[in-house]
């Protein structure tokens, strides 16, 4: 700790505090671990963090979809068509929106990079 300032930025691989290194023009990045990370690379990490956390949510969204669509038939076994439609309505509305989200993970700028590279 005494070698570099206390960051922001949290280690990718162990979560502990990550330090700030300054070597002339130079930043690297330390945990008490070990763990050691250029900006770049301490990027790549966060990026890859970002796409995972928003391939997880996609697959929680579409299972609560599922499951909007069986209550709905459930629902209209038990002749409740009023609540079938509102659970059904719910489940085309939250697939909408779930496409911005499918759009935003499938965006390469999103990720400071063109699709391109
Ligand atoms: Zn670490």
Redesign the pocket.
């Known amino acids: 700790m005494a070698l570099g300032s206390v960051s922001k930025y949290t280690?990718p691989?162990?979560h502990?505090v990550l330090v700030e290194i300054k070597e002339g023009p130079l930043v690297r990045f330390r945990?008490h671990?070990g763990?050691a990370f250029s900006p770049a690379s301490l990027m790549a990490e966060i990026n890859a963090e970002i796409d995972n956390g928003l391939w997880e949510a996609i697959r929680s969204v579409e299972e609560r979809i599922l499951l909007m669509r069986q209550i709905a038939t459930l629902q209209s076994e038990a002749d409740r068509p009023d609540m079938a439609l509102k659970f059904e309505r719910q489940a085309d509305d939250t697939e909408a929106r779930l496409q911005l989200l499918r759009d935003l993970v499938l965006d390469p700028a999103f990720f400071g990079h063109s699709p391109s590279e």
């Open positions: 280690c691989d162990c502990g945990c671990t763990h």
